[in-house]
């Protein structure tokens, strides 16, 4: 079956700290990957897709993630993490091809910034 | 440009009437998505209209929900006797289509029924 696991619901992190958040995905095949970020209040915001390629691609508000086909895993990462951050972050998956073109959600993983 | 819309941004109604939801998509977008998302909680995925094909529908909670997209722009997503269960944010979201699938979301609807 097709899904997304993202294993931490809720994550806590001080302001200029490091930060990773997780999301593994069971899919048949080669995925679209996504994370979005949702600040209160807010709809989703795309940060960051992966279609082929570098396996390490970039987004907004200097975010990175990598894909990791072996471990089937999409990683988030932020090298030093601003309060603005504090925000509830998705993964998503999709298909690269076919006449279904939805996107498999993860749970969402809920960022608090300590000051 | 301009983004997806929504309106209203806020609705309450109460128990048993019906609800109208209003989605612009990005224009050009192909594909529209509602969602909806409860306090707290991740996306639950409702409809998905992809250009002139029949819509994925495998979401909708119950025939109490639908939602028709006119003219591949504007989509409404009716809700008939709203339950207090009905209560949360609804969102719409909109890809250009083809081998272009992320989503673009609007700012979300947030109904509470009374």
């Known amino acids: 079956a097709q899904s997304v696991t993202q294993p931490d619901i809720h994550i806590t992190v001080s302001e200029g700290a490091s930060l990773e958040l997780r999301c593994n995905y069971s899919?048949?095949?080669?995925?679209?990957l996504f994370w979005y970020v949702q600040s209160p209040g807010q709809g989703l915001q795309l940060l960051l897709k992966?279609?082929?390629?570098d396996t390490l691609v970039q987004g907004i508000k200097g975010f990175e993630a990598e894909f990791k086909r072996s471990q089937s895993s999409f990683n988030l990462r932020k090298p030093s993490v601003h309060w603005s951050d504090a925000a509830e972050y998705f993964c998503?998956?999709?298909?690269?091809?076919?006449?279904?073109?939805?996107?498999?959600w993860g749970l969402g993983t809920s960022l608090a910034v300590n000051p | 440009g301009a983004g997806v819309s929504q309106s209203p941004s806020n609705k309450v109604t109460e128990k048993g009437k019906d609800v109208e939801l209003r989605c612009d998509p990005i224009?050009?977008?192909?594909?529209l998505y509602w969602y909806r998302q409860s306090l707290g909680q991740g996306l639950e995925f409702l409809i998905y209209?992809?250009?002139?094909?029949?819509?994925?529908k495998s979401g909708l909670p119950s025939d109490r929900f639908s939602a028709e997209r006119t003219g591949g722009s504007v989509s409404t997503l009716t809700i008939q006797r709203t339950q207090q269960e009905d209560s949360a944010v609804y969102l719409c979201?909109?890809?250009?289509?083809?081998?272009?699938?992320?989503?673009?979301f609007g700012p979300g609807t947030r109904l509470t029924v009374t």
């Open positions: 979201a909109s890809s250009l289509g083809g081998g272009a699938i992320e989503q673009y």
């Open positions: 224009s050009g977008h192909t594909a």
């Open positions: 209209f992809q250009g002139n094909s029949a819509p994925d």
């Open positions: 899919y048949g095949a080669t995925p679209y």
């Open positions: 992966y279609f082929s390629g």
């Open positions: 998503a998956v999709g298909a690269n091809a076919g006449n279904n073109r939805k996107l498999i």
